[in-house]
Every structure is written in C-alpha cells, then in structure tokens.
C-alpha cells in the first residue's frame, strides 16, 4: 500500500530564514514518482518539482531544493531565503508507475513566513 | 482558458439533495482526475479517466458518488442524497498523456468546488 507522512502539521519562521519540510513515503514498487505540490491560500494546487525513483540525484532550482534519498525513504524538500510569499500549505505526493496515475498525498505542512 | 476551470465554485446543499460539479481540463490533456479535499487533510484520490474510459474508481467513497466524461473532455462529478460527510473541497486535475520513455507527468490542478452539506 502507498503511504505518504508528512511529521509536521505546521512550521513558523522568519522572513530570509531556510526551511526544509519533511517527507516520508512508503510503497511496494520500485518504480514511482515523488512530487511536492504548494497550496496558496487561494486554494489552487501548485505543482513544484517531482522526481523519479531512478534518479536520487539532488537538485536546486532557484530557492528550492530536495533531497531525495532511497534509503531512508525520505523525500525533504528546502525553502532557502524564505518570503512571505512562500506561505501556504506544502503537500509530498506519491504515485506509483503501472496503476491510475493517481496521486497519493500527505497530510500537508502549513509553512507561515513571517516578516 | 489555459488552465483547468471548475464550477460552481462553492455549492451548498440540503441534505439529500443530488449535487452535479463540473470540470474542464486542460485543452489536449487525456487524463483526469478527482479528488476530495476534507478541511485540513491532503487531497484524496477519487476517480480518474483516460480520454472517455474510466479506468479507475477504487477511490469513490459509495454508489452515491458517480463520474463521467463522455466525450473525452468535460468531467462531470455526481453526488446522490448528499450526506454531511460529503462537505469538502472537490479538486478536478488533468495531465497530458505519458508518452515514449518519459512517465508520469504532472497533473495541473484546477480551484476546485466547496461543497457544504447542511
């Protein structure tokens, strides 16, 4: 079965502070994607990066980045120089290649930057 | 419009009455998805359609909840005798069809639809 955990509900920081959210996921297969989505308030899902189970290469992307390590089944994503703009909430999702596509979520983070 | 649209945007509903939300993907997207939204909670997997066919509904929570999409573009989502439980956010998603070595791509989602069940 896919499970995906995300340990923090909710994160409070200062504006220009990094921060990394946690994701842990679990599946039988071994291939699958690993996506991170951001929810505004506005409530439109923002699709933000998303990796595959064949590529554990780390990456940034301008003030993003993640970690994805196989090993631990860990998928964390950073928020460096965070703004005020970055607050919303950050959904980990899980999808498992050979099924529906379909997107398995966390519970969310609820990251609040403040000025 | 270039991204997904759904409406209404916000719905209220009387215990029991029959609700119908609608979606239009994506121009040229063959898949779409619906999920639901409970207040707080990740979006949760309730059917998805490639073109016409619905491939998959292992997520609708009872009979009363029935999707379609006859000519492979608009989707609509059905709601039965309306329960309580039914309040939530409904998010309509489509993606382009996985093509040559690349899988997955991703799903773009549309504002969704509030529905509150009084």
């Known amino acids: 079965a896919q499970k995906v955990t995300q340990a923090q509900t909710e994160i409070s920081v200062v504006e220009k502070e990094d921060v990394t959210l946690d994701c842990v996921y679990e599946?039988?297969?071994?291939?699958?994607?690993l996506f991170w989505y951001k929810q505004p308030p506005s409530g439109e899902l923002v699709f933000l990066i998303r990796?595959?189970?064949?590529?554990?290469q780390n990456e940034i992307s301008g003030r993003y980045s993640w970690n994805f390590q196989k090993s631990t089944s860990s998928f964390n994503f950073t928020i460096t120089a965070s703004q005020v703009v970055d607050s919303a909430v950050y959904f980990c999702?899980?999808?498992?290649?050979?099924?529906?596509?379909?997107?398995?979520f966390g519970k969310g983070t609820k990251l609040t930057v403040n000025p | 419009g270039a991204g997904v649209s759904q409406s209404p945007r916000y719905k209220v509903a009387k215990r029991g009455q029959d609700v119908a939300l609608r979606c239009d993907p994506i121009?040229?997207?063959?898949?779409l998805f619906w999920y639901q939204q409970a207040l707080g909670q990740g979006p949760e997997f309730l059917t998805y359609?490639?073109?016409?066919?619905?491939?998959?509904k292992s997520g609708l929570p009872s009979d009363r909840f029935f999707a379609e999409r006859p000519e492979g573009s608009v989707s609509t989502l059905k709601i039965q005798r309306t329960q309580q439980e039914d309040s939530a956010v409904y998010l309509c998603a489509s993606s382009l069809p996985t093509s040559g070595g690349q899988m997955y791509n991703e799903q773009f989602f549309g504002p969704g639809t509030r529905l509150t069940v009084l």
């Open positions: 121009s040229g997207h063959v898949s």
């Open positions: 990796r595959n189970s064949f590529d554990e």
């Open positions: 599946t039988r297969d071994t291939t699958y994607y």
């Open positions: 999702a899980l999808s498992e290649w050979g099924g529906s596509e379909k997107l398995v």
């Open positions: 359609f490639q073109n016409e066919a619905q491939l998959d």
